[in-house]
T-cell receptor, first 112, second 114 residues
């Protein structure tokens, strides 16, 4: 399989649950990203990992916890979320300075 | 701070028309510009990537141009089809860093009618 794969595609969770989103890229890229897309809002960058080290965290609430065990995998651990966290969560990857981004299909998260 | 604007915000055209989507950015210090397509509730599909040294890129019925000095890019869609209906996003990648983050535009929602 090629490209960027995200699982699950859809997730419904209660505010007290703990769940994880998974992203996997088969492109040999060396940077991976989590973006959040809420209704009628532009894409928001959440986390950036380059060569498995987190290089940027845009003051995202601590109820979102990223993990990058290797250059091909990226997780977003979720706990005690709020209804306003319901959104489409997109994973992306890129290679070096000149490369374009490749996005996954996203996980549609609903917090009830 | 880089700002990316897309005009128009929404566009409805009959099938078969040629159309132009516009993207402007405030800081010309970019490595590349990328056009994406997003269907409702889905992820982003990359359409075209233009490096800062390039003037245009073509893929099928799509042609994207870049004028870095004036901070503008256009996406030209020839002979539009109903399947082209989607939101089109442009994003610029700034100079510096392996993991330099994209700045996205606000998007143009395109509807192609029969």
């Amino acid at each position: 399989e090629t490209g960027v794969t995200q699982t699950p595609r859809h997730l419904v969770m209660g505010m007290t649950n703990k769940k994880s989103l998974k992203c996997e890229q088969h492109l040999g890229h060396n940077a991976m990203y989590w973006y959040k897309q809420s209704a009628k809002k532009p894409l928001e960058l959440m986390f950036v990992y380059s060569l498995e080290e987190r290089v940027e965290n845009n003051s995202v609430p601590s109820r979102f916890s990223p993990e990058c065990p290797n250059s091909s995998h990226l997780f977003l651990h979720l706990h005690t979320l709020q209804p306003e966290d319901s959104a489409l969560y997109l994973c992306a990857s890129s290679q070096d300075t000149y490369g374009g981004y490749t996005f996954g299909s996203g996980t549609r998260l609903t917090v009830v | 701070k880089q700002e990316v604007t897309q005009i128009p915000a929404a566009l409805s055209v009959p099938e078969g028309e040629n159309l132009v989507l516009n993207c402007s950015f405030t800081d010309s210090a970019i490595y590349n510009l990328q056009w994406f397509r997003q269907d409702p509730g889905k992820g982003l599909t990359s359409l075209l990537l233009i490096q800062s040294s390039q003037r245009e890129q073509t893929s099928g019925r799509l042609n994207a141009s870049l004028d870095k000095s004036s901070g503008r890019s256009t996406l030209y869609i020839a002979a539009s089809q109903p399947g082209d209906s989607a939101t089109y996003l442009c994003a610029v990648r700034p100079t510096g860093g392996t993991a330099s983050k994209l700045t996205f535009g606000t998007g143009t929602r395109l509807q192609v009618t029969l």
